[in-house]
Nanobody
Framework: QVQVMESGGGLVQAGGSLTLSCQYSTTLPNIRIIGWYRRASDNERELVAKWEIGASLDYGDFVKGRFVASGDIAKHSLHLRMNDLQPEDTGVYLC??????????????????WGQGTQVNVTS
């Protein structure tokens, strides 16, 4: 029901830049969250940037103004411009698309959909 595809990863030297793109296809009406996460060598997934309809854009603490996320839920696309990349930014970057549902008791439920990820390697 949701297909997510990332592109734009690659190899870059420290201080360089990359732009990641994500395109997703869906017929689901409740897509309200889009964003980027990354998985480093320790296999922990951490937030890069995300936003939800009606809320502000959130960045992970490590971003520190280096990355700029943009997207359009209506156009099913999002991008991540990454500047001043450092070796610790190496990892698999994952596009996230979230459905938001409410139960009969008004309990909020999020269903996450993920792409396979795009590899970013930063050399010193």
């Amino acid at each position: 029901q949701v297909q997510v595809m990332e592109s734009g990863g690659g190899l870059v030297q420290a201080g360089g830049s990359l732009t990641l793109s994500c395109q997703y296809s869906t017929t689901l009406p409740n897509i309200r969250i889009i964003g980027w996460y990354r998985r480093a060598s320790d296999n922990e997934r951490e937030l890069v940037a995300k936003w939800e309809i009606g809320a502000s854009l959130d960045y992970g603490d490590f971003v520190k103004g280096r990355f700029v996320a943009s997207g359009d839920i209506a156009k099913h696309s999002l991008h991540l411009r990454m500047n001043d990349l450092q070796p610790e930014d190496t990892g698999v970057y994952l596009c996230n698309v979230g459905e938001v549902w409410y139960s009969d008791r008004n309990e909020r439920k999020i269903v996450d959909h993920w792409g396979q990820g795009t590899q970013v390697n930063v050399t010193s």
